[in-house]
């Protein structure tokens, strides 16, 4: 049986491997612009920067993302990033 998740302004992607993240961040982006979000905040934690990379890597190629940037507030543990939600054919 099918059930449909909540979309949130907030993504932590602890429990994706790192292999998965830019398909889990194109579909989450994708989902919270169809939602209406114009923002969100996708956890990746701090460490190296490889998943910092991933994630911002994913959202430089994604046609919706209009800016992002690191979050201040989570010492480059997160991303946030600005979407059009107005959800064009991709």
């Not at 989570?74 to 600005?82: N, Q, V």
């Amino acid at each position: 049986m099918a059930f449909r998740v909540p979309i949130e302004g907030e993504l932590d992607l602890h429990a994706f491997s790192p292999r998965d993240i830019p398909s889990v961040v194109a579909d989450y982006v994708d989902a919270a612009a169809a939602a209406g979000l114009t923002e969100v905040r996708l956890v990746h934690g701090r460490g190296r920067g490889v998943q910092r990379g991933i994630v911002q890597a994913a959202l430089e190629r994604h046609p919706l993302v209009i800016e992002f940037w690191d979050d201040p507030a989570s010492h480059l543990g997160a991303t946030i990033a600005r979407i059009r939600n107005d959800c064009p054919e991709r």
